[in-house]
């Protein structure tokens, strides 16, 4: 049986699922979130409703884990973030290509800033590294010409970026 477009697939590695948008020399998916990634043939696994109902139904030990949703490393004792933007500590990062690995991070950076615009007064400090400054500078021209109204931030280690929602 060969692949289709629409099909249902899971990320190898990752708990990322999608479907197929595009066929060619890699595979366009579109996770769940709506964002697009390219894979390569080996990288994920076709799956059906039949067997994600089945999974569903299983009934297994919870454990604490860091979902997509909530992409803190840790939620401090005053309610502020900590979110690690290196492409391996993000959920299914290891799965992006090199090309779009500065796309997935700036997404997952806007994502994590959009879920929390209500709460006023927050802080999310977002761990970009130094590296070569691409990351950070795309962040903060992100909060200077998008966010402006809404965020603040402020700068001391070179490594991260402390966003406040006002």
């Given amino acids: 049986?060969?692949?289709?477009?629409?099909?249902?697939?899971?990320?190898?590695?990752?708990?990322?699922?999608?479907?197929?948008i595009r066929?060619?020399?890699?595979?366009?998916?579109?996770?769940?979130?709506?964002?697009?990634?390219?894979s390569a043939y080996g990288e994920f696994a076709v799956t059906d409703k039949a067997e994600i109902a089945s999974l569903k139904d299983t009934?297994?030990?919870?454990?604490?884990?860091?979902t997509a949703s909530k992409?803190?490393?840790?939620?401090?004792?005053?309610?502020?973030l900590t979110?690690?933007?290196?492409?391996?500590?993000?959920?299914?990062?290891?799965?992006?290509?090199k090309g779009q690995q500065l796309h997935f991070q700036i997404e997952t950076f806007r994502k994590v800033v959009r879920q929390?615009?209500?709460?006023?007064?927050?802080?999310?400090?977002?761990?970009h590294g130094v590296g070569d400054g691409i990351l950070k500078a795309a962040i903060r021209k992100e909060l200077d010409e998008v966010l402006a109204l809404r965020c603040s931030y402020s700068v001391g280690d070179p490594a991260v970026t402390i966003v406040t929602i006002r």
């Fill in 116 to 127: 929390n615009l209500s709460h006023r007064g927050m802080k999310m400090t977002f761990i």
């Fill in 1 to 20: 049986m060969g692949l289709k477009i629409g099909q249902s697939v899971v990320l190898m590695d990752s708990d990322l699922r999608g479907r197929i």
């Fill in 83 to 97: 979110i690690d933007l290196h492409i391996e500590a993000i959920p299914g990062g290891r799965n992006i290509p």
């Fill in 71 to 80: 992409l803190a490393n840790h939620t401090d004792p005053d309610g502020s």
């Fill in 59 to 66: 009934k297994v030990k919870a454990k604490k884990t860091i």
């Fill in 23 to 38: 066929l060619g020399k890699t595979v366009g998916i579109e996770i769940e979130d709506g964002l697009v990634i390219e």
